[in-house]
């Protein structure tokens, strides 16, 4: 089981180019993990014996730092919705990695 975090965001490198994660939330009813960055990524993960993370893949769209993101509802882990710097709310669809509403 992932812990809390203890901070307001955590700097992390992905492939040598640095980000901040500003929120990563787990889905109440699933392992799958959604992770806000300064970048503007969504950053997806899976969680694999309950302490380690599988990259799933990004979610890119957003041209700035994703302030919020949020799974959907308890009963369905494949939609996302995010909010940006760029001044969009996002939904996405993580099954496909594509932005299905704006």
Not at 17 to 38: E, G, I, K
Request: aromatic share 6%; glycine share 6%.
């Amino acid at each position: 089981m992932l812990k809390p975090f203890c901070c307001s965001s955590v700097k992390t490198d992905f492939n040598s180019d640095p980000h901040y994660v500003f929120r990563a939330v787990l889905h109440p009813s699933s392992s799958r993990v959604a992770a806000s960055t300064s970048s503007g990524l969504v950053k997806l993960y899976d969680v694999q014996s309950g302490t380690q993370l599988s990259h799933l893949g990004d979610l890119r769209g957003h041209t700035d730092t994703i302030t919020d993101v949020a799974f959907a509802a308890a009963d369905n882990p494949s939609l996302v919705h995010t909010s940006s710097k760029d001044g969009t709310v996002r939904g996405w669809d993580v099954r496909a990695g594509q932005e299905v509403e704006q």
